[in-house]
């Protein structure tokens, strides 16, 4: 069952209906959304009666949940938008996230953060702890590069999304990153997305390369089980028969998602293509199917950039994506 509490009350009020269902001997899960707070209630909700907690001071109503994805479902409310330093994602406005694959250093960084910035992206991406297919490959800057994106935040004002990929280092990601990326390849390190949602910032979910629509939910949900609502789900290709492109673009997924979950979905157009010949064509795709936003991988001589060079784009390029997007964004009804 989910409990929505009514919009604007006190916490107060939430801990009562927290202790109500404590008392039944189920567990509740207290989510503070951008509005409003909602509790989910896991157990035998039989043990609940549904009429008691309806006739709490605070509370607008109650609802049963059929998907096991309980505070992921749309069946819980319409859409959901996440907040970061005045960003909101999931709204009418069209979020772009822009930046290296892997951080480098401290100059090229400003480089790429002021030229996304002119082109209307609002938020830098960059890894500093890297998933590398090979053991050899570089491996990412780690805290350095973390500290780069602290430096570049300050001085170009964009909110930073960094990855992290081991439980251990959550608690320092979530230091320095304003959204804490969860990579596809651990969209199933259950540890660690319950250590995210230990956290309670906000966190890119990023689809595994095999994994369905559900199970990608499920991540989430287990993300949202610890009490944290602030889910954004990512589509960035699932892995096919066909080796024309790095990854298949999933576009069907976004209208899916749309219809299963209430939490905003981007896109990633960079790993999906793997070659940036495509990557304005599945941008605009994207765009034009319902996403609330991009992830694109900036660098201004991607033949240089340590990791992903193929699949990302110059300043010329990115300047192009921008201008397409304008275009398909105006005519879904959305804003840049
Ligand atoms: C990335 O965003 O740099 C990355 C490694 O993406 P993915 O996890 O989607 O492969
Ligand atoms: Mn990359």
């Not at 999304?161 to 251990?168: P, Y």
């Not at 608690?171 to 959204?179: F, H, L, N, R």
């Amino acid at each position: 069952m989910i409990i929505v509490m009514e919009p604007g009350i006190k916490k107060e009020l939430a801990l009562k209906v927290e202790g109500e269902i404590k008392k039944a001997g189920l567990k509740p899960v207290l989510l503070a959304g951008t509005e409003r707070f909602v509790i989910a209630v896991i157990g035998d909700e039989r043990k609940l009666d549904e009429k008691v907690i309806r006739a709490m001071e605070g509370v607008e109503t109650t609802m049963m949940v059929l998907a096991p994805y309980k505070l992921a479902s749309k069946e819980n409310r319409s859409s959901s938008i996440v907040s970061v330093n005045g960003c909101r994602i999931g709204g009418k406005k069209l979020i772009i996230m822009a930046g290296p694959c892997s951080l480098e250093n401290e100059q090229n960084t400003l480089q790429i953060a002021r030229a996304v910035k002119k082109a209307g992206a609002v938020m830098l991406r960059g890894g500093a702890f890297k998933p590398r297919t090979s053991p050899y490959a570089f491996q990412g800057l780690g805290e350095e590069g973390l500290k780069i994106l602290k430096n570049i935040k300050a001085k170009t004002g964009l909110p930073v999304v960094t990855e992290v990929l081991d439980t251990r280092r959550v608690e320092m990601v979530a230091k320095y990153a304003d959204i804490i990326q969860i990579g596809a390849r651990n969209m199933q390190n259950f540890e660690l997305l319950k250590e995210v949602g230990k956290t309670h910032k906000p966190v890119l979910l990023k689809r595994g390369i095999s994994a369905t629509i559900d199970e990608f939910l499920m991540s989430a949900e287990y993300i949202m089980s610890e009490g944290n609502p602030h889910v954004i789900l990512c589509e960035r290709g699932v892995r096919s028969f066909d080796k024309s492109t790095r990854f298949m673009l999933d576009i069907s997924a976004i209208p899916v998602l749309k219809q299963k979950t209430h939490l905003p979905v981007i896109v990633d157009p960079s790993h999906a293509a793997g070659d940036r010949r495509y990557v304005c064509a599945l941008a605009r795709a994207a765009i034009a199917a319902g996403a609330d936003g991009l992830i694109v991988e900036v660098h201004p001589e991607p033949k240089k950039a340590l990791s992903d060079g193929d699949q990302t784009l110059n300043f010329p390029l990115f300047n192009k994506l921008m201008r397409e997007i304008k275009q398909i964004a105006k005519a879904v009804g959305r804003e840049i």
